[in-house]
């Protein structure tokens, strides 16, 4: 079993910068695969960027590649959301989701077995 619980959102100007941070408990947060994903009102939730359990492979939806980057500590168990040059279509609630025995990356969040609550990102223009 895995909890996830997000911290670190809040409202930003556009061009503005902001770190997520995600903290895990459970014993399998070495062996998981992490992704972030975000849902903004009246939309479907969508993928933003994962990095697997080895912390070798990662990919970024297109949208925020080069401004997004997702980083992991595993001695504390947490994975981060550095997001530079936000804009206001990146406000959204973002969530964090784990994917258990070291299995690959994964854009699909169905594809993951553990999530946390999400904090709200709001970008003002």
């Known amino acids: 079993q895995v909890q996830l619980v997000e911290t670190g959102g809040g409202l930003v100007q556009a061009g503005g910068s902001l770190r997520l941070s995600c903290a895990a408990t459970?014993?399998?947060?070495?062996?998981?695969?992490m992704g972030w994903f975000r849902q903004a009102p009246g939309k479907e939730r969508e993928f933003v960027a994962a990095?697997?359990?080895?912390?070798?492979?990662?990919d970024y939806a297109n949208s925020v590649k080069g401004r997004f980057t997702i980083s992991r500590d595993n001695a504390k168990n947490m994975v981060y959301l550095q997001m530079n040059g936000l804009k206001p279509e990146n406000t959204a609630i973002y969530s964090c989701r784990a994917r258990a025995r070291r299995r690959m990356v994964a854009t699909d969040p169905w594809k993951y077995d553990y999530w946390g609550r999400g904090t709200q990102v709001t970008v003002s223009p």
């Open positions: 990095l697997d359990w080895s912390g070798r492979t990662t």
């Open positions: 459970g014993p399998t947060f070495s062996t998981s695969t």
